[in-house]
């Protein structure tokens, strides 16, 4: 390991930026990330985790700021280190490093930089006539959506249309598909502990979709892989593939 990798692996730097161990660490990790080294990318997700879990919704504006200042994209902010630092959170939580109330608020937190990162919407660069379709759904029984808002936002960027529904709600949910035409319907599952809902959506789905592909993603497709493949789906989705290329190829469209 390099000694900028060790100074980099300190404890996340406080908003104020006062201490001069934590800005040689921060300096570190955003150098390391700069020149592409391949250690970097994991120590800036638990860079970026320890600081959501200040507290300070400063400490976190901050990091994000030095991280555009930087060059890093907000493309890669959040489809890459967001995502990243959630599953670093949950990992603490599984662990008993950190509370219920702490990896709420640290996600809580993410959510709102995603939000606050992504609000304005993207243009597509091409496919405008006929844009392809997708409906991503958060099955009961599940409280997590920081995913689905960055599976959403990666199909926005990639020209698709999009409609989000975390409402779980089975009639609203068969309204849509009953009013409206996709060429995806997405179902995220976070946990194998929700396999019952989750299966009990996708039988919701499956006499409305139509000619839609339905897809599985989440955690629990690397949690239960093999609960994964037992339901039935045309697709399933691991949170390290890339979405729109996934169903892009599957779906025999063209780059955008």
């Known amino acids: 390991m390099s000694l900028l990798e060790r100074i980099a692996q300190r404890a996340p730097p406080d908003a104020g930026g006062s201490s001069l161990p934590d800005i040689l660490a921060e300096t570190a990790l955003l150098s390391l990330l700069n020149n592409r080294t391949p250690n970097a990318a994991p ?18 504006d901050i990091f994000v700021g030095r991280l555009l200042e930087h060059g890093i994209s907000v493309e890669r902010i959040i489809c890459g280190y967001i995502p990243e630092a959630a599953r670093h959170l949950g990992a603490q939580w599984a662990s008993d490093e950190i509370d219920f109330a702490q990896v709420t608020q640290g996600c809580g937190h993410l959510l709102r930089l995603t939000h606050d990162l992504g609000w304005q919407p993207p243009v597509s660069n091409g496919y405008i006539g006929n844009r392809p379709r997708a409906l991503l759904l ?17 199909l926005r960027h990639a020209g698709w249309l999009v409609k989000l529904d975390l409402t779980a709600n089975p009639t609203e949910i068969s309204e849509t598909l009953s009013r409206e035409n996709f060429d995806v319907i997405g179902v995220s599952a976070g946990h194998p502990r929700t396999g019952d809902a ?11 979709k139509g000619s839609a592909l339905c897809v599985l993603g989440g955690t629990m497709t690397e949690l239960d892989p093999e609960m994964s493949r037992s339901l039935d789906v045309d697709l399933v989705i ?11 190829k599957t779906l025999m469209l ?3």
């Open 43 to 60: 120590l800036v997700a638990r860079h970026f985790a320890e600081t959501v879990l200040d507290g300070s919704l400063l400490a976190a």
């Open 138 to 154: 958060r099955p009961s029984g599940e409280d997590h959506f920081l995913g689905l808002l960055v599976a959403a936002y990666q």
């Open 198 to 208: 989750v299966a009990a959506t996708l039988d919701l789905i499956r006499p409305l």
């Open 238 to 248: 691991t949170p390290d593939q890339n979405i729109p290329n996934s169903l892009q």
């Open 254 to 256: 063209p780059a955008f």
